[in-house]
């Protein structure tokens, strides 16, 4: 008498954890949506303890109720003073994705062009923008127009550069392939090549978004009557050092509304390029 087999497991058990993993990613994604604001709470009341502990004068470092006191005081100055730098960003900015974007797709497209313009961007990248300012002043006055041009300059580099990577590093098998089926250069980087560049597209937004406020407030500070950088500088004359820290709170809050943008902008349109992000590091629990 022989004993039968018993039957046989041929087909994957992972559908029996299925609802416990679900629960765990649910719960990992509200975990990164609240971790943000749980770590900015607690280094305000970090600096809040410090301040307090070590009783820090307000003319040295205001603890953070003090800044957002002031802030709430002199609200419409600052509201004021933050359209226009959120304005004068903002123009920079579109500017600074415009060219960027065009001049990245000639660099990246030809190496004429690239061996051409790179020595010469890379030598205008290297020169301090603040120093640019005062001529910019002799050009155009005092105003709203040097601190557009600044956030222009200082913010383009970065999206002109990636762009250029984005396409150049194109594998050169994929490029053979396309033109063994017919595809001219142009319909090559039209339906390659710029969906390929728009992750390092949008990753240089992410870093030319603070790079434009920059500029726009050094400008301020030099060369306009109007704006964030102007209202620091006025209220550091005059000893207010946490109408100071609120202008850079404000400031801030202005550059992580404009890279939630981005970040926005980035998920729509490139999903796919980190859609398995989430499976490579799965939740634990």
Known sequence: MTAQP?????????????????SARRRRKALRQVLPWIVILAMFGLWELVVRAFNIEQFVLPAPSAIFASAWQ???????????????????????????????IAIGASTLVYDGFYPALIGF?????VAVVPILVIWFGIGTVPAIIT?????????????????????????????????????????????RSMPYFFASLKVSIAFAFVGSIVAETVASNKGIGNLMLVASSRFEVALAFAGLLVTAVMGIGMYAVATFIERRMTGWATRGA??????QG
């Open 125 to 129: 990248n290297s020169v301090p923008k």
């Open 151 to 195: 956030a222009f300059l200082i913010s383009f580099f970065p999206i002109l550069v990636n762009v250029a990577v984005g396409i150049a590093t194109l594998e050169p098998e994929l490029q053979d392939v396309l033109r063994a089926l017919g595809a001219t250069r142009w319909q090559v980087i039209k339906k390659v090549g710029l969906p």
């Open 278 to 283: 989430d499976a490579m590091f799965p939740a």
């Open 74 to 104: 002199w609200r419409w100055p600052i509201l004021d003073n933050a359209w226009q730098t959120l304005l004068t960003t903002s123009i920079g900015f579109a500017f600074a994705v415009i060219f960027g974007l065009l001049g990245g």
């Open 6 to 22: 018993g039957p046989t497991v041929t087909e994957p058990l992972d559908f029996l954890p299925e609802r416990p993993r679900r």
